[in-house]
């Protein structure tokens, strides 16, 4: 009888060991769980807002770009487009996350110090008299019934400029993007490449509307 009772005592002894192990087990795998989804869920945040758009205060043009980027006026302070007293559409300047300084002590003639996409709207009967040489040999296409030029500076002189035009025949919108420079490309010149942001700039040309 004592042999029984002993049997039926260890018995339970394991199954309760068992039960205490899984139930152990199953609340570190909930938690490791959470916890990754909680390191997940600010990038998928940040992928599924909507793009921002910009419209200038001429009420001109507009494009849309990415949510985590901002649009800057170079003599205003704030994001969005500063009036103009002429009523003519004014550059902007779009800022992205981690851009990197074009200069190693950390100035630059724009507006952030760092790498930038300058968006310059111009008359298209100056544009001989402003970008003429910039554009002589770019490659030609239609886009959304715009004219659009796109060109490239060669890297002779430790960088390289991309430049996209998109025209209505009244007005020319030029965009301006550093994708890679080298320290031979000035005094202090930092290094850097980023060629990576070039599709995302595209997606913004290929938004344009004008007004």
Known sequence: MKNSQTGFGTLGVVIL????????????????????????????????QPPKTYVDTAKVF??????????????????????????????VVLTY??????STDGTSSDYSGK?????????TKSRALSY?????????????????LTTKT?????????FFLISNGVYD???MFRAKQTTQ????????DESDKLPAIRNIVNSVKFK
């Open 17 to 48: 060991v068992i039960s205490i192990t899984l139930v152990v087990l199953g609340g570190v795998y909930v938690w490791s769980h959470r916890s990754g989804g909680a390191d997940e869920s600010p990038v998928a945040n940040s992928q599924n």
């Open 62 to 91: 507009e494009f849309t770009y990415p949510a985590s980027w901002t649009a800057i006026n170079p003599p205003h302070c704030c994001e969005g487009p500063a009036p103009d007293p002429l009523g003519q559409p004014s550059q």
């Open 97 to 102: 996350p981690n851009a990197p300084k074009r």
């Open 115 to 123: 790498n930038t996409v300058s968006v310059s709207p111009i008359q």
């Open 132 to 148: 003429n040489d910039t554009f002589k040999n770019a490659e030609k296409a239609t886009l959304n019934g715009y004219e659009l």
């Open 154 to 162: 060669t890297e002779q002189y430790g960088y390289q400029d991309h």
């Open 173 to 175: 919108i030029v965009f």
């Open 185 to 192: 490309a000035g005094l202090g010149a930092a290094a850097y």
